[in-house]
C-alpha cells in the first residue's frame, strides 16, 4: 500500500519553528471597548488564531465578532452587502437582479424564532456576536485612513451589521433547484431513459416523468436567473475602482473561482473518526478536511472560545458565531455534505385575466406581494415588486404564455441558515447531547462525525428533509396542489451510526445510507463519485494502528483509484511513437498524482480527454448544452463493462475511444508543455498550481494586484484523490482548513487554514500559511493555555468602557 506521512510530520516540525520566529511580537496591550460587561483576554498565536477569555457569554460572542471582522473587514462588508441586497449600491445597476433575488429570497420570519432555534440562547448570542462587529467598525471608521486597501480601492466604507445579516441564506450549500431545472430540460429533449444512463443516480431509481400539465418545452434557463443572480460570487470590473488604483483587465470573483464543469460533479469533503481499538495510543481521532472554493482570504476563520460553559476551538465562516468544525473539553466533531434536496421548482398556470393569479385545486389564488426599493450607483433608486406562490418566491413568470416559477425553499424555515445550529454542538458533552445537537442543523445536509474521550465514535446525518410521497423532486412539477411535501424528516431519523464493529466511520460525499434504511421519500438521489471514500476506506481498513501522522498523511493522499482503473486499459492498446512511449511509463507508475511527476501529468491529461470525448460521443447532440456533463463513475463503468454502452464489438469501440482520447491527451502535452516528456511534469505553473487571486486583482494595476494575489505553486492530486485539489489546472477547490484531533491529548490537534486567517493583506496573517498549505504542512492547534502562550505573539486585554 502506498501510504505517505514522514514528511508530513517532518513539515509539521518546520513549520512550527518558522511560525515562531517570523511572527513573534510579543505586544501586551490594554484596550476599553464600550459594550462589554467584564475584561476579556486575546491571546493571538503564532498561526494567527485568537484565543478568545471571557468570563460571560456575552463578551465572549460580542468579541468573536470584534475579532473576526478586525481580521476580515471586506469580507464582512462585501457578506453584508450581499445579504441585505445593496450590492448595486455600490456597483451599479450590472448588480440589480442579483439584489432583487436577495430580497426575494430573504428569510421574513419572526428573528427571535429564527435566531432561538440554533441556541436557546440564541437570539443573545447572534445579537451580541453583531455589536462587537459594530464596535470593530465604528473603531475603523474612526481612522478610515487605516480601512483595509479594498475599501480605498472603491471608494467605499464600512457599515454596521444586525442580526438578520448573520442569519442569511445567501452563502449556503442549499440545494440542487439548477440540476432539477437540468434534468428537466433534458427530460423534455431526449427522454426519461436516456436521461437515467447519462446521469448517476442511486441507490434508488427516482420519477422523472414530467406530469402532462407541464410544457416540458417552455422550460429554460431564464426561469432561474434570479436565483442564480442571488447566489453568484461578486465580480468587480475596473470601472468599480477609484482611477489612483485602477487596471486594464476586467474582472475576477470574490472569495469564489468560477467552477468548471469537472469539478461542480468532484467537489466535496472528507471527514473520518476511529475508535481507539485502531489507534497506537487507544485514544478516538477526529480528522476532517471540508472542501469548498480555494481563495483569498480564506474561506474557514478559525478561533479559540473561552468563558463559563464554553470552551471549543477550530474554525468556521468568519461571519458566523460559534465553532462549526472542532472540539470541546470532552469531544469533536466534524462534517462532510450529505445529499439532501431541499427545493422543488413548481410551475402554475395563470389567470389570463390576472397574471397576478394561480390555479390551486381548481381555483385561483393570488400572489403575495411585496414592494421594495433598491439603491443603485449613479442611478435613481429602483421599485421593484416581489412576488411569491404559497409555495415560495416567484422567480419567472411568462406573460406570453400565461406561466409562473417559484421555488419552494426548505432552508427558508426557521433554523435554515448555515451552520449556525453548531452553538449547540459546541457544548455537546456526550455522543447523546451532540446527536440532540444534530436535530436543530437544517442546513446544509451533513455527516456530521464524533469521537470523545469515553471511547465513543458516531455519525449522524443532518438536513432540514422534506417527506416526498408522489414525486423525485429532480424535475419539475406542477404547483396545482398533486405534488405537496408532507412535512419535514425529524433529523435524527436521518441515517446514522454509533461504534460500528469495524472500528472506524468515513464519508466523503458518497451515498453511505445503509441498505437497510427505510425513509427513502427524503433521501436524495445524487452523490459524488465514490473514488475518495474508497480510498479513505481503503487506508482505514489495512490493519495500521493510526496516529495524527498517518492521519495527516490520508487527508493529503494523492493515490488515484481511476488511475488503478484505467492504466491497465492502456496495457493492450496499440499505440505508436511518443503515445507508445508515455504509455509505458504509466504502466509502472505507483497511480499517485504527485507534484513533479512526469506519470501524473501523462495520466490527468489522459483522463481529461477521456471525459471529453466521452461526453461528446454520449451525450446526444438534443441534450449538448443541456446536461453539463457526465460523472467519472458512469464513463469508469462504461470503460470497464462496454457491453452496457458501446453495442457491438463493444470491446473494440471502447478500445478505439482510449486510444483516440490517449494520442489527443499527448497531442495537447505537446501544444501546451512542449515536445519533451521530461516538460510535462505535474505540478508546475502551466499545468497543476496554486494560484490565489484577490477579488479586486483584475480591476486593480498589477503593483497593487501583486501585492493581492499569491502564488503560484506547485500542487497534486484532482478531484478524485482523497487530498482533493480540484480537476482545473489551476486549484479552485479543495480543502484549505483541515483538523485531526486526538481525544488523548487535545494539544496534539493540528491543522492548516491557507493562505491565511487575516483578509488584510497589509497583515501578517494574510498569507503566512499560504506556503505550509500548498506544501501540506500541517501546525498545532493548542488549546491548554500553557502551549498556547508558549506560542503567543499578541495578548490584548480589553476593558469595558465606563
Given at each position: 500500500m502506498n501510504f505517505r506521512f514522514n514528511s508530513v510530520s517532518t513539515g509539521l516540525i518546520i513549520v512550527i519553528n518558522l511560525f515562531i520566529s517570523s511572527c513573534k511580537t510579543n505586544t501586551d496591550q490594554q484596550v476599553r471597548l464600550a459594550g462589554l460587561q467584564e475584561p476579556v483576554e486575546i491571546v493571538r498565536d503564532s498561526w494567527g488564531i485568537n484565543h478568545i477569555y471571557a468570563k460571560n457569554e456575552h463578551d465572549l460572542f460580542y468579541a468573536q465578532g470584534y475579532a473576526a471582522a478586525k481580521d476580515r473587514l471586506f469580507q464582512f462588508e462585501i457578506w453584508r452587502r450581499q445579504a441585505t441586497g445593496t450590492v448595486a449600491e455600490i456597483l451599479g445597476e450590472r448588480e440589480l437582479k442579483r439584489d432583487i433575488g436577495t430580497r426575494l429570497f430573504k428569510f421574513r420570519g419572526d428573528l427571535n424564532t429564527e435566531m432561538n432555534h440554533y441556541h436557546d440562547n440564541g437570539a443573545n448570542i447572534i445579537t451580541a456576536y453583531t455589536e462587537g462587529v459594530n464596535a470593530y467598525i465604528e473603531e475603523a471608521l474612526q481612522q478610515p485612513e487605516n480601512l483595509p486597501i479594498e475599501f480605498k480601492?472603491?471608494?467605499?466604507?464600512?457599515?454596521?451589521?444586525?442580526?438578520?445579516?448573520?442569519?442569511?441564506?445567501?452563502?449556503?450549500?442549499?440545494?440542487?433547484?439548477?440540476?432539477?431545472?437540468?434534468?428537466?430540460?433534458?427530460?423534455n429533449k431526449i427522454g426519461v431513459e436516456a436521461v437515467k444512463e447519462l446521469y448517476w443516480f442511486h441507490p434508488k431509481e427516482p420519477i422523472l416523468e414530467i406530469d402532462s400539465a407541464i410544457d416540458g418545452s417552455l422550460l429554460n434557463d431564464e426561469i432561474l436567473d434570479?436565483?442564480?443572480?442571488?447566489?453568484?460570487?461578486?465580480?468587480?470590473?475596473?470601472?468599480?475602482?477609484?482611477?489612483?488604483?485602477r487596471g486594464t483587465q476586467t474582472s475576477t470573483a470574490l472569495l469564489f473561482n468560477s467552477e468548471t464543469q469537472e469539478d461542480s460533479l468532484s467537489i466535496g469533503s472528507n471527514n473520518w473518526v476511529v475508535s481507539g481499538a485502531l489507534t497506537k495510543d487507544g485514544n478516538t481521532i477526529m480528522a476532517n478536511d471540508p472542501h469548498r472554493t480555494i481563495a483569498v482570504p480564506s474561506l474557514r476563520y478559525m478561533a479559540h472560545l473561552v468563558a463559563p460553559g464554553w470552551n471549543v476551538i477550530g474554525g468556521g465562516e468568519p461571519e458566523i458565531p460559534g465553532i462549526s468544525i472542532g472540539h470541546n473539553e470532552y469531544g469533536t466533531w466534524g462534517l462532510t455534505v450529505f445529499s439532501t434536496d431541499g427545493e422543488d421548482l413548481y410551475v402554475y398556470d395563470l389567470n389570463p385575466e390576472n397574471l397576478n393569479e394561480y390555479q390551486y385545486k381548481g381555483g385561483w389564488e393570488a400572489m403575495e406581494t411585496i414592494t421594495e426599493t433598491i439603491p443603485i450607483k449613479d442611478k435613481e433608486p429602483k421599485k421593484i415588486t416581489l412576488r411569491y406562490t404559497r409555495h415560495g418566491p416567484v422567480t419567472f413568470i411568462d406573460s406570453v404564455h400565461h406561466k409562473a416559477y417559484a421555488i419552494r425553499c426548505a432552508w427558508l424555515?426557521?433554523?435554515?441558515?448555515?451552520y449556525l445550529a453548531s452553538l449547540r454542538m459546541d457544548q455537546a458533552k456526550t455522543w447523546e447531547e451532540f446527536r440532540e445537537a444534530c436535530n436543530y442543523s437544517n442546513i446544509p445536509g451533513e455527516n456530521m462525525i464524533w469521537a470523545d474521550k469515553q471511547g465513543t465514535i458516531g455519525w449522524q446525518a443532518v438536513g432540514i428533509a422534506p417527506i416526498r410521497k408522489n414525486f423525485s423532486g429532480l424535475v419539475p412539477v406542477p404547483g396545482d396542489g398533486r405534488y405537496e411535501w408532507e412535512g419535514y424528516l425529524p433529523i435524527v431519523e436521518k441515517p446514522h451510526d454509533v461504534n460500528p464493529q469495524s472500528g472506524f466511520i468515513a464519508t466523503a460525499n458518497q451515498n453511505v445510507t445503509?441498505?437497510?434504511?427505510?425513509?427513502?421519500?427524503?433521501?436524495?438521489?445524487?452523490?459524488?463519485?465514490?473514488?475518495?471514500?474508497?480510498?479513505?476506506?481503503?487506508?482505514?481498513?489495512?490493519?495500521?494502528?493510526?496516529?495524527?501522522?498517518e492521519m495527516m498523511a490520508l487527508q493529503v493522499d494523492y493515490l488515484s483509484v481511476p488511475a488503478r482503473i484505467l492504466v491497465p486499459m492502456l496495457a493492450r492498446l496499440s499505440l505508436e511513437g511518443k503515445a507508445a512511449k508515455a504509455r509505458d511509463l504509466l504502466l509502472n507508475w505507483d497511480h499517485e498524482l504527485l507534484p513533479n511527476s512526469i506519470e501524473a501529468g501523462i495520466y490527468v491529461a489522459f483522463e481529461r480527454e477521456l471525459e471529453k470525448q466521452a461526453e461528446a460521443m454520449f451525450i446526444p447532440e438534443d441534450a449538448k448544452g443541456i446536461v453539463s456533463g457526465i460523472q467519472m463513475k458512469r464513463i469508469l463503468d462504461w470503460m470497464e463493462h462496454p457491453e452496457e454502452k458501446f453495442g457491438k464489438n463493444a470491446a473494440a469501440a471502447r478500445d478505439r475511444l482510449l486510444v483516440s482520447a490517449f494520442n489527443t491527451s499527448i497531442s495537447t502535452l505537446e501544444n501546451t508543455l512542449g515536445q519533451e516528456i521530461e516538460d510535462w511534469q505535474y505540478g508546475q505553473a502551466d499545468y497543476k498550481h496554486t494560484y490565489m487571486k484577490h477579488a479586486l486583482s483584475d480591476a486593480v494595476g498589477k503593483e497593487w494586484a501583486d501585492s493581492l494575489d499569491l502564488g503560484p505553486l506547485p500542487r497534486g492530486g484532482n478531484g478524485y484523490t482523497p487530498g482533493s485539489t480540484g480537476n482545473n489546472n489551476r486549484?479552485?477547490?479543495?480543502?484549505?482548513?483541515?483538523?485531526?484531533?486526538?481525544?488523548?491529548?487535545?494539544?496534539t490537534a493540528v491543522g492548516t487554514n491557507g493562505p491565511g486567517q487575516s483578509g488584510n493583506p497589509a497583515s501578517p496573517f494574510y498569507s503566512n500559511l499560504f506556503k505550509p498549505w500548498a506544501k501540506d504542512q500541517y501546525f498545532p492547534v493548542f488549546y491548554s493555555r500553557e502551549k498556547i502562550d508558549?506560542?503567543?505573539?499578541?495578548?490584548v486585554q480589553y476593558l469595558p468602557r465606563r
Amino acid at each position: 500500500m502506498n501510504f505517505r506521512f514522514n514528511s508530513v510530520s517532518t513539515g509539521l516540525i518546520i513549520v512550527i519553528n518558522l511560525f515562531i520566529s517570523s511572527c513573534k511580537t510579543n505586544t501586551d496591550q490594554q484596550v476599553r471597548l464600550a459594550g462589554l460587561q467584564e475584561p476579556v483576554e486575546i491571546v493571538r498565536d503564532s498561526w494567527g488564531i485568537n484565543h478568545i477569555y471571557a468570563k460571560n457569554e456575552h463578551d465572549l460572542f460580542y468579541a468573536q465578532g470584534y475579532a473576526a471582522a478586525k481580521d476580515r473587514l471586506f469580507q464582512f462588508e462585501i457578506w453584508r452587502r450581499q445579504a441585505t441586497g445593496t450590492v448595486a449600491e455600490i456597483l451599479g445597476e450590472r448588480e440589480l437582479k442579483r439584489d432583487i433575488g436577495t430580497r426575494l429570497f430573504k428569510f421574513r420570519g419572526d428573528l427571535n424564532t429564527e435566531m432561538n432555534h440554533y441556541h436557546d440562547n440564541g437570539a443573545n448570542i447572534i445579537t451580541a456576536y453583531t455589536e462587537g462587529v459594530n464596535a470593530y467598525i465604528e473603531e475603523a471608521l474612526q481612522q478610515p485612513e487605516n480601512l483595509p486597501i479594498e475599501f480605498k480601492m472603491l471608494g467605499i466604507t464600512p457599515k454596521k451589521w444586525t442580526p438578520d445579516v448573520v442569519i442569511s441564506r445567501h452563502q449556503g450549500l442549499l440545494g440542487n433547484i439548477g440540476a432539477e431545472l437540468e434534468i428537466g430540460m433534458a427530460v423534455n429533449k431526449i427522454g426519461v431513459e436516456a436521461v437515467k444512463e447519462l446521469y448517476w443516480f442511486h441507490p434508488k431509481e427516482p420519477i422523472l416523468e414530467i406530469d402532462s400539465a407541464i410544457d416540458g418545452s417552455l422550460l429554460n434557463d431564464e426561469i432561474l436567473d434570479v436565483y442564480r443572480a442571488y447566489r453568484r460570487p461578486v465580480y468587480f470590473d475596473k470601472e468599480d475602482v477609484v482611477p489612483a488604483y485602477r487596471g486594464t483587465q476586467t474582472s475576477t470573483a470574490l472569495l469564489f473561482n468560477s467552477e468548471t464543469q469537472e469539478d461542480s460533479l468532484s467537489i466535496g469533503s472528507n471527514n473520518w473518526v476511529v475508535s481507539g481499538a485502531l489507534t497506537k495510543d487507544g485514544n478516538t481521532i477526529m480528522a476532517n478536511d471540508p472542501h469548498r472554493t480555494i481563495a483569498v482570504p480564506s474561506l474557514r476563520y478559525m478561533a479559540h472560545l473561552v468563558a463559563p460553559g464554553w470552551n471549543v476551538i477550530g474554525g468556521g465562516e468568519p461571519e458566523i458565531p460559534g465553532i462549526s468544525i472542532g472540539h470541546n473539553e470532552y469531544g469533536t466533531w466534524g462534517l462532510t455534505v450529505f445529499s439532501t434536496d431541499g427545493e422543488d421548482l413548481y410551475v402554475y398556470d395563470l389567470n389570463p385575466e390576472n397574471l397576478n393569479e394561480y390555479q390551486y385545486k381548481g381555483g385561483w389564488e393570488a400572489m403575495e406581494t411585496i414592494t421594495e426599493t433598491i439603491p443603485i450607483k449613479d442611478k435613481e433608486p429602483k421599485k421593484i415588486t416581489l412576488r411569491y406562490t404559497r409555495h415560495g418566491p416567484v422567480t419567472f413568470i411568462d406573460s406570453v404564455h400565461h406561466k409562473a416559477y417559484a421555488i419552494r425553499c426548505a432552508w427558508l424555515e426557521p433554523g435554515g441558515s448555515p451552520y449556525l445550529a453548531s452553538l449547540r454542538m459546541d457544548q455537546a458533552k456526550t455522543w447523546e447531547e451532540f446527536r440532540e445537537a444534530c436535530n436543530y442543523s437544517n442546513i446544509p445536509g451533513e455527516n456530521m462525525i464524533w469521537a470523545d474521550k469515553q471511547g465513543t465514535i458516531g455519525w449522524q446525518a443532518v438536513g432540514i428533509a422534506p417527506i416526498r410521497k408522489n414525486f423525485s423532486g429532480l424535475v419539475p412539477v406542477p404547483g396545482d396542489g398533486r405534488y405537496e411535501w408532507e412535512g419535514y424528516l425529524p433529523i435524527v431519523e436521518k441515517p446514522h451510526d454509533v461504534n460500528p464493529q469495524s472500528g472506524f466511520i468515513a464519508t466523503a460525499n458518497q451515498n453511505v445510507t445503509p441498505a437497510s434504511y427505510d425513509r427513502w421519500d427524503a433521501i436524495g438521489y445524487s452523490w459524488s463519485d465514490p473514488y475518495r471514500g474508497q480510498r479513505v476506506e481503503e487506508v482505514l481498513k489495512a490493519g495500521t494502528k493510526f496516529s495524527i501522522d498517518e492521519m495527516m498523511a490520508l487527508q493529503v493522499d494523492y493515490l488515484s483509484v481511476p488511475a488503478r482503473i484505467l492504466v491497465p486499459m492502456l496495457a493492450r492498446l496499440s499505440l505508436e511513437g511518443k503515445a507508445a512511449k508515455a504509455r509505458d511509463l504509466l504502466l509502472n507508475w505507483d497511480h499517485e498524482l504527485l507534484p513533479n511527476s512526469i506519470e501524473a501529468g501523462i495520466y490527468v491529461a489522459f483522463e481529461r480527454e477521456l471525459e471529453k470525448q466521452a461526453e461528446a460521443m454520449f451525450i446526444p447532440e438534443d441534450a449538448k448544452g443541456i446536461v453539463s456533463g457526465i460523472q467519472m463513475k458512469r464513463i469508469l463503468d462504461w470503460m470497464e463493462h462496454p457491453e452496457e454502452k458501446f453495442g457491438k464489438n463493444a470491446a473494440a469501440a471502447r478500445d478505439r475511444l482510449l486510444v483516440s482520447a490517449f494520442n489527443t491527451s499527448i497531442s495537447t502535452l505537446e501544444n501546451t508543455l512542449g515536445q519533451e516528456i521530461e516538460d510535462w511534469q505535474y505540478g508546475q505553473a502551466d499545468y497543476k498550481h496554486t494560484y490565489m487571486k484577490h477579488a479586486l486583482s483584475d480591476a486593480v494595476g498589477k503593483e497593487w494586484a501583486d501585492s493581492l494575489d499569491l502564488g503560484p505553486l506547485p500542487r497534486g492530486g484532482n478531484g478524485y484523490t482523497p487530498g482533493s485539489t480540484g480537476n482545473n489546472n489551476r486549484q479552485s477547490s479543495g480543502a484549505s482548513f483541515r483538523l485531526i484531533v486526538s481525544t488523548g491529548d487535545w494539544d496534539t490537534a493540528v491543522g492548516t487554514n491557507g493562505p491565511g486567517q487575516s483578509g488584510n493583506p497589509a497583515s501578517p496573517f494574510y498569507s503566512n500559511l499560504f506556503k505550509p498549505w500548498a506544501k501540506d504542512q500541517y501546525f498545532p492547534v493548542f488549546y491548554s493555555r500553557e502551549k498556547i502562550d508558549s506560542v503567543s505573539v499578541q495578548t490584548v486585554q480589553y476593558l469595558p468602557r465606563r
